[in-house]
């Protein structure tokens, strides 16, 4: 079984609706290649706040949000009660066209992260490779970034303070070794 299907045993959200993976299997299930969860369960959704999915595009550069990932994550994110905020250059207008007022949209990556438990990469912008990640740290509730593209070097993200989850790295813890 693969890791969305195995994670899609988990208890309910905390709304009583579907779970975050129970969500993305089923947006999944008519798509045609795999998506890898950023988010490792629902035990890590159950009690947080407002979080930013950064990036939205299938692709770097384009408005193009069809088979993006995503929308599997904002699905699951909905779908376990978590508020939820969006960032991309180019794909705020597609995507807001099809989630309309259920989601907050923002024009640039540091608006979007005031009071946020966690930020979410999804799509590899080259333009935010190298974020002012002091400032990043001080606009977040709590300094918790998910990297789906690993954009970032972990001894990095660590030393900044971060809580830091990226794929097929160790995640870090902060500041802490």
């Known amino acids: 079984m693969d890791p969305v299907g195995a994670l899609a045993g988990f208890e309910p ?21 795999p998506v890898r969860p950023i988010v490792p369960s629902d035990r890590w959704i159950r009690n947080i706040g407002p979080v930013t999915v950064d990036r939205l595009a299938f692709k770097p550069q384009t408005d193009d949000i069809r ?29 807001q066209r099809l989630y309309g007022d259920k989601l907050t949209y923002s024009d640039h990556p540091y608006t979007a992260l005031p009071g946020v438990d966690a930020l979410v990469v999804v799509t590899d912008w080259k333009e935010f490779q190298r974020p002012d990640l002091e400032y990043m740290k ?40």
């Open 67 to 95: 088979e993006s990932p995503a929308l599997t994550l904002i699905d699951g994110l909905l779908a376990a009660g978590c508020v939820v905020q969006v960032h991309d250059p180019e794909a705020n207008a597609a995507t």
């Open 138 to 177: 001080e606009l977040m509730r709590t300094p918790v970034v998910f990297d789906g593209r690993n954009l970032y070097e972990p001894a990095v993200m660590q030393a900044a303070g971060f809580i830091y989850h990226s794929i097929g790295r160790q995640p870090t813890m902060g500041g802490r070794p």
């Open 13 to 33: 959200s905390r709304s009583g609706g579907p779970s975050f993976c129970q969500a993305a299997e089923t947006r999944r299930a008519g798509r045609t290649f």
